[in-house]
């Protein structure tokens, strides 16, 4: 059988570059809520031409092979049997599809069980058993393609077996050429379309259904993925990739961010569940990279497979069996030896004693009826000795001889009833063979010596300007003390344009020299829900901006798994609804969120409120001076001085907004008050707060240029003002305060006031704030916060704090 390919040179290549392949097990599809879930990864984590390939959903395939067990036995059974399947499914298109898409996909569904019921009642001769398990596949991969068709994507499926086409054996041998010329001729032509792929099926060149087997599906999204020499298929479990051990069993494993393919083909072949052997089998080892990644939690860390030849010798996974059967064969056997040693089923481990005159081999108990049914075949089952009762421990890593971890594992491991210990062929395992129950304390135990795993924690610096500048100054200087906690490493500086990436940490010796050579334009919406990619723990976004777009994306960050620091006061202040989106996207995802810079710089302001409430105290009002800008203004402010040469110098000095109107018109203040008032569990908007700003109407709605040139327009009414507080013998300040109501309503207020000259708010160090706080507790003297509030380097020190506090949360959550 031959398959022309009908495509250009240059769509096969369009192809092989763009189109990725997805992968999505039956758990993942379990049910409505499951596939609408899938449907949203496939919409934001997948291209737009590229390929998902689908498991049965649920327990499909069981339901079908316990109706063809019944059939033989009882067709009642096999009838109620058969109707909960169709109510099953049947249910699963009315819940997700409405109008059209439903009636469709309904009609497709009533003919494929008309089909069913008179192959039940002998009326429809279905006699291939794979003919009937395709069906499985078929229903999920229609199913999803109409739901996001209904969703406004555009989506369509494909039955793998027009063209998957494979020589019939126990496992089906893929014909390449004729698979990848009928894939190409389907796909090719139609860029933009997401197509869904059932798995686990195949055709003879005759057409006739066969299955790859339990566990194909895996293989299908690889499988596919070689035919169109795809670089990467991403395999979405409900497990966020590779852990250090088994996390049913073991407490506090790891993530892995890589693993190279020596590494992951011996974790498989040792039984891990989390990717089946065959898996690998047609990789192209040099070009595609295999990611395992969480469906239930996409956010979490992933596991990249691939060509890492380089990585250090190390221990990366304790992977255990809890029941290993052993079979005894005499030496003096050739024959028999030799069988086993070409048996497809490579065994977990095998070794001669000699002295006792025997061969021994170790494998899965899931393995163990094919072994006997194997035996009984070439007529030996009396020639070999069964041994049951075993467990395995293993090692597994790169060069795993090398490691002070092995010497670690054999002594652990010494006062078990050990009945042998040996390396893999590859030296990418030690495995232990033990004669005794597994018991999880042990592997806890073990665990526990091998991996003393540091965490983790990339950084992205969004925002090189002043506060930017400074806290990679700060950073630099204290990256040692910081990586004590935690390997915390940049991987990114952005500004408004452009972008430096680079996974494994950015050098920041003459950064600003880098940024400038190696940055490049970037969109933030498409750079969001790539980050996961990165190979770390966690992930935290430091906003160092004042910019609204960033502010307004913190949701995606939040969704795709990042942390947030802020300098930027814009989404602490944003309007209510949008605020309460961010907030429940942050708790959604169960990311943190630090911003006590925005108020106060870095004054401990939000750590103190959150203090006293957390202790069971209540505030009842704030007042003060709460810009440092302002505060500087001010302070050095008199009748002798031009209020607009202040200005000017604050700016220069970068103590005010880069806009200064942000400070002139009160606006910076309000999000201030804002931010304070929410923190304390306070409902207060924009419209809730009586504003009197400095800044002319005159001087609103001009360009930045203009404005600064035309400052000195401010200054005949700022001379009148002061001089009309020096005749009560006060001073002007611009204070700000808000206090809760006996009606639990909220009084907020921002303006100018005149303050006795004796007065603290009268007498602050230029740039200082102060934080005037009444509570139920410091109800007849108030608690004063003051200090700098303003400056570069203080709101660097306030950003650095709150990493620190992200690292202390990450570090206590291990």
């Known amino acids: 059988m031959t398959v022309e390919v009908k495509v250009t040179p240059e769509q096969i290549q369009t192809v092989a570059e763009q189109v990725q392949v997805h992968k999505f097990g039956g758990s993942s599809l379990a049910d409505a809520y499951c596939y609408r879930r899938v449907a949203r990864i496939v919409s934001e984590y997948a291209g737009a031409s590229d390929l998902v390939v689908v498991s049965a959903a649920g327990d499909t395939t069981n339901r079908i092979l316990a109706i063809i067990d019944a059939k ?13 399947l169709e109510k099953y499914q049947q249910g699963l298109i009315n819940e997700l599809l409405n109008g059209d898409h439903q009636q469709r996909v309904l009609d497709l569904s009533q003919q494929d069980f008309k089909r069913w019921y008179g192959w039940l009642n002998d009326q429809e001769v279905i006699t291939h ?10 229903w999920s991969a229609r199913l999803l393609a109409a739901l996001l068709q209904q969703q406004g994507v555009t989506a369509d499926y494909i039955d793998a077996r027009t063209f998957l086409v494979a020589e019939d054996a126990p496992e089906p041998l893929i014909q390449v050429p004729v698979s990848r010329a009928g894939l190409l001729n389907r796909i090719a032509p139609h860029p933009g379309t997401r197509f869904i792929v059932t798995g686990f099926i195949c055709a003879d060149p005759s057409g006739r259904s066969l299955i790859l087997g339990r566990n194909g599906s895996d293989y299908s999204a690889t499988l596919v993925g070689s035919l169109i020499d795809s670089k990467q298929v991403t395999i979405w479990k409900d497990v966020a990739g590779v852990y250090s051990a088994d996390p049913r069993k073991v407490e506090r494993v790891v993530s892995l961010p890589i693993l190279d393919w020596q590494e992951a083909e011996e974790l498989a072949r040792l039984g891990s569940p989390v990717l089946h052997p065959r898996t690998f089998q047609p990789v192209n080892r040099e070009r595609m990279v295999i990611a395992v990644r969480s469906s239930l939690k996409v956010e979490n860390q992933q596991t990249r497979i691939g060509l890492y030849e380089d990585t250090e010798a190390k221990g990366k996974v304790l992977t255990s069996l809890a029941d290993v059967v052993l079979f005894r064969v005499d030496l003096s056997d050739a024959q028999l030896i030799d069988k086993f040693e070409n048996l497809e089923l490579t065994p977990l481990i095998s070794w001669n004693e000699v002295a006792q005159h025997h061969a021994y081999y170790a494998y899965h108990q899931n393995h163990l009826d094919f072994l006997q049914q194997w035996l009984l075949e070439v007529d030996k089952a009396d020639h070999v000795v069964q041994m049951e009762g075993y467990s395995m421990i293993a090692l597994v890593g790169n060069r795993i001889q090398e490691t002070a971890q092995y010497s670690t594992f054999k002594t652990e491991l010494s006062a078990q009833n050990l009945r042998r210990l040996a390396f893999s062929p590859d030296n990418n395992a030690v495995i232990a063979i033990l004669e005794q129950k597994l018991d999880n304390r042990l592997l806890n135990r073990i665990h526990s010596q091998l991996f003393n795993y540091r965490r983790s924690l990339g950084v992205l610096v969004v925002g090189r300007g002043n506060i930017g500048s400074a806290w990679l100054a700060l950073y630099r200087r204290l990256r040692e003390r910081i990586n004590e906690q935690m390997d915390v490493r940049i991987i990114g500086i952005l500004n408004s344009k452009q972008m430096w990436l680079d996974y494994n940490g950015l050098g920041l010796n003459d950064w600003e020299q880098q940024f400038d050579q190696f940055a490049r334009p970037y969109e933030m919406s498409q750079l969001i829900p790539e980050l996961p990619n990165a190979p770390y723990d966690e992930l935290v976004m430091l906003d160092l901006t004042d910019a609204i777009a960033v502010a307004q994306l913190y949701p995606s960050f939040f969704a795709n798994g990042l942390h947030i620091i802020s300098a930027n006061k814009r989404a602490g202040a944003s309007g209510e609804s949008q605020y309460n989106e961010i907030r429940t996207i942050q708790r959604e995802y169960e990311r943190e969120w630090y911003y006590n810079t925005t108020v106060g710089a870095g004054l401990p302001l939000n750590y103190a409120l959150n203090d006293l409430r957390n202790s069971g105290d209540t505030i009842r009002s704030i007042s003060g001076i709460f810009s440092g800008t302002m505060s500087w203004l001010f302070e050095n402010f008199n009748a002798e001085v031009n209020f607009s040469d202040l200005v000017r110098e604050a700016k220069v000095r970068g103590l005010s907004e880069p806009d200064p109107r942000e400070d002139l018109s009160c606006q910076d203040i309000i999000r201030k008050m804002l931010i304070l008032a929410r923190e304390i569990g306070l409902r207060l908007d924009w419209q809730d707060i009586d504003v009197d700003s400095l800044l ?26 002061y001089l009309d507080a020096q005749k009560t013998g006060k001073v002007p300040r611009l204070l700000a305060s808000f206090a809760v109501q006996d009606d639990d309503s909220v009084r907020a207020r921002v303006g100018i006031e005149y303050i006795p000259e004796g007065d603290m708010l009268a007498n602050l160090i230029p740039g200082e704030n102060i934080f005037v706080i009444y509570t139920d507790w410091y109800h007849e003297m108030p608690l004063v916060i003051s200090g700098p509030g303003a400056g570069k380097e203080v709101t660097a020190g306030g950003v650095q704090s709150d990493l620190n506090q992200l690292l202390s949360r990450l570090i206590s959550q291990r």
Not at 129 to 138: A, D, F, N, R, V
Not at 697 to 721: C, K, T, V, Y
């Open 72 to 84: 033989a036995d009882d067709r009642g059974v096999a009838e109620v049997l058969l109707k909960q």
């Open 696 to 721: 002319p109407e005159s001087l609103a709605d001009i360009s930045l240029d203009e404005f600064m040139q035309r400052l000195p327009e401010l200054d005949a009414g700022m001379h009148d003002l």
């Open 129 to 138: 058993k794979p003919e009937l398990l395709s069906y499985g596949e078929l």
